[in-house]
């Protein structure tokens, strides 16, 4: 059992995604935390300011840039325990716990793995103007382009009117909220396209009311290109669309780690693609952050037992 109040230093990639892995988990194991610059860190000397000032139990990492520190973190402070979220490819020796997702096929002798990815999403049910309808809320969420899946301008407009179409269909109010990969010129076309319609564009202009969607829609239409997003979504127990992209790893290289996931998502009937209807069922919401959490303070503990 941990009596004290735990110190985290932890490091990000620097993309969306990464950063709310990385912050649901800090949040959920309750600790006394610090985020790294790797940018200051360009000697070891620098890290070792770092770890002598803040004195860290834990070092929490995720992204290809962060991996390599954990190898110059255990030269200084060998007993601080390290972790990485995804792989930390060959650096792997140097973190005594790793997190994966089931659909990278990851096996270390230190990793445990889940579906779903943890996040630092929540659902929000305090009010929110677009709720001031009667008709029943879809939340769109639009990721981008990635390395798997292509997604222009072509890719954009038909997405546009898919949704116009269904908004009328079955007398649906849009909730649409875009990320940071979906671009300044496919953002503006989308509000363009809805500018004069009742539907509810984010602008980009506030913080971005993700938590506040999750709380108010009825059904959910997702972009494919992210796996992070469909995992934050499976919280709520509510109808999860996932709208096709083109594939750049089936075309060329087969089946990829996304059509795994999703395949896992649909046994469960959690997830289900969008074929032009909308349909309620339900499931049991699925959130890995907590448990993640606590592996990482059950290992912790056994490691403090054992040195």
């Not at 860290?56 to 200084?76: C, V």
């Not at 980009?204 to 969607?213: A, E, H, S």
């Not at 289900?272 to 952050?289: A, E, K, L, M, Q």
Request: with cysteine; aromatic share 12%; net charge positive.
């Amino acid at each position: 059992m941990i009596e004290k109040k735990l110190k985290c230093l932890w490091v990000h990639s620097g993309n969306a995604g990464d950063i709310n892995t990385c912050k649901g988990i800090v949040k959920n194991l309750d600790v006394v935390s610090k985020i790294l610059d790797i940018k200051n860190i360009n000697k070891l000397e620098d890290l070792r300011n770092e770890l002598n000032t803040f004195s860290p139990d834990l070092f929490l990492a995720t992204g290809k840039d962060s991996a390599p520190l954990a190898k110059k973190i255990k030269q200084i402070s060998p007993n601080i325990y390290t972790v990485f979220l995804k792989d930390p490819r060959k650096y792997h020796v140097y973190y005594d716990l790793i997190w994966t997702p089931v659909h990278d096929d990851i096996n270390y002798n230190n990793n445990f793995s889940t579906i779903t990815t943890p996040h630092n999403a929540s659902i929000d049910e305090t009010y929110f103007s677009p709720n001031d309808t009667d008709k029943k809320k879809l939340g769109v969420l639009i990721g981008g382009k990635n390395s798997h899946y292509k997604f222009g301008s072509s890719e954009i407009k038909k997405l546009c009117s898919d949704l116009n179409d269904l908004s009328d269909k079955y007398n649906l109010k849009l909730i649409i909220t875009c990320s940071k990969r979906t671009g300044l010129k496919n953002q503006i076309y989308i509000q363009k396209y809805f500018m004069h319609s009742e539907h509810w564009v984010w602008r980009g202009k506030t913080q971005n009311p993700f938590n506040k969607i999750l709380g108010h829609s009825d059904y959910f239409l997702v972009t494919a290109d992210s796996i992070n997003m469909i995992s934050e979504l499976c919280i709520t127990g509510k109808p999860i669309f996932v709208y096709k992209l083109p594939n750049f790893i089936h075309r060329f290289f087969g089946k990829s780690k996304f059509e795994e996931f999703y395949t896992k998502l649909i046994d469960l009937n959690i997830i289900r693609w969008f074929d032009g209807v909308i349909h309620d069922w339900s499931y049991n919401p699925i959130d890995n952050t907590q448990y993640v959490s606590e592996k990482i303070l059950e290992e912790y503990s056994k490691y403090l037992r054992n040195n």
